[in-house]
């Protein structure tokens, strides 16, 4: 009996604590200095209601480039006075049980640190979750560690770009393939029948004349 009774109460708090836990989450949580990264924003639906925006608050000197675009959903960027990307609103509409993933590839703060994801859920309902509190708090933001122990995404592109250098460097390898047919056609002209049409117009005129020799002799 005692034992069914912990279950039980386990049981009752884990489902209590679900809602708390089911917030926007933005992945990786640690990322190197100055390194093109892929992030993705994880947002669930922790309401009966369904979310139809999300917006999010770019963080202090990380740069935004690319963006994936979801199924059913529509993107607004906007920039401050400076030029800079302050906030990304996402909207479109999840099920009750449904969760969004949105993905952009931005450039991270060159110092080290922690950088906040604050962001604001809208339902259909008209309520609003923000998440822009401390990690403790009842409504945290998302958090990623800038940190040079991380490893180095380099995504967007560099990676490509130097295999294409790399490849470009042992171009000249291709000339030894180049030269292949060159040494062809010295084979095909080393094996050329004229030196035998030759002989043998030579060996027939040599004959000839040796007839035309035996000819005059008999003549009185």
């Known amino acids: 009996m005692i034992r069914r009774a912990l279950l039980a109460t386990a049981a009752t708090t884990l489902v209590a604590a679900a809602p708390a836990s089911a917030h926007v989450q933005v992945r990786p949580a640690l990322v190197a200095p100055g390194d093109p990264v892929l992030f993705e924003v994880i947002v669930p639906n922790e309401r009966d209601a369904h979310t139809t925006e999300v917006t999010l608050q770019v963080p202090k000197d990380l740069i935004p480039f690319s963006f994936a675009e979801p199924d059913g959903w529509t993107r607004e960027n906007k920039e401050g006075a400076d030029g800079s990307l302050e906030t990304i ?20 703060p060159e110092q080290e640190g922690e950088i906040s994801w604050k962001s604001i859920q809208t339902y259909d309902d008209g309520s609003v979750s923000r998440w822009i509190g401390a990690a403790d708090s009842e409504n945290p933001a998302a958090v990623t560690t800038v940190s040079a122990d991380a490893p180095r995404q380099n995504a967007g592109g560099e990676g490509a770009e130097a295999a294409t250098e790399g490849s470009a460097t042992a171009t000249p390898a291709a000339d030894t393939t180049d030269a292949a047919p060159a040494a062809a056609t010295v084979a095909e002209d080393s094996d050329s029948p004229l030196p035998l049409i030759l002989s043998i117009v030579a060996v027939a005129l040599a004959a000839a004349a040796v007839l035309l ?3 005059r002799r008999r003549t009185p």
Not at 89 to 108: H, I, N, P, Q, V
Request: glycine letters at 8%; hydrophobic letters at 50%.
């Open 213 to 215: 020799q035996l000819l």
């Open 89 to 108: 609103t996402w909207k479109g509409e999840l099920a009750e049980d449904g969760f969004a993933r949105f993905s952009f590839l931005a450039s991270t």
